[in-house]
């Protein structure tokens, strides 16, 4: 119980960090802020619904490969707490 108390002090913290970062810091992608540009200048407008499925699409990656591998540590650590037994 205490070593997962501590990992939730340290990703509340780390989360907190990065949350506080300044606005200068925060990366864009060239492209999806020249498209974004250009479509406040068109006359016509730019459908940006892809641009957004794309953004989460790449967003939802991260989460997918943190949550697999925690879930095979969580199965591990079970497995091993089990044997000792």
């Given at each position: 119980?205490?070593?997962?108390?501590?990992?939730?002090?340290?990703?509340?913290?780390?989360?907190?960090?990065?949350?506080?970062?300044?606005?200068?810091?925060?990366?864009?992608?060239?492209?999806?802020?020249?498209?974004?540009?250009?479509?406040?200048?068109?006359?016509?407008?730019?459908?940006?619904?892809?641009l957004?499925?794309?953004?989460?699409?790449?967003?939802?990656?991260?989460?997918?490969?943190?949550?697999?591998?925690?879930?095979?540590?969580?199965?591990?650590n079970?497995?091993?707490?089990?044997?000792?037994?």
């Open positions: 119980m205490k070593k997962v108390l501590v990992f939730v002090f340290w990703l509340v913290v780390l989360t907190s960090l990065g949350s506080v970062a300044p606005r200068s810091v925060q990366a864009q992608c060239t492209m999806c802020k020249t498209q974004v540009e250009a479509s406040r200048t068109d006359k016509e407008g730019y459908d940006t619904s892809g957004n499925k794309g953004i989460l699409y790449l967003m939802t990656i991260p989460y997918l490969l943190i949550g697999t591998v925690g879930f095979w540590w969580y199965r591990n079970k497995k091993k707490k089990l044997a000792q037994r």
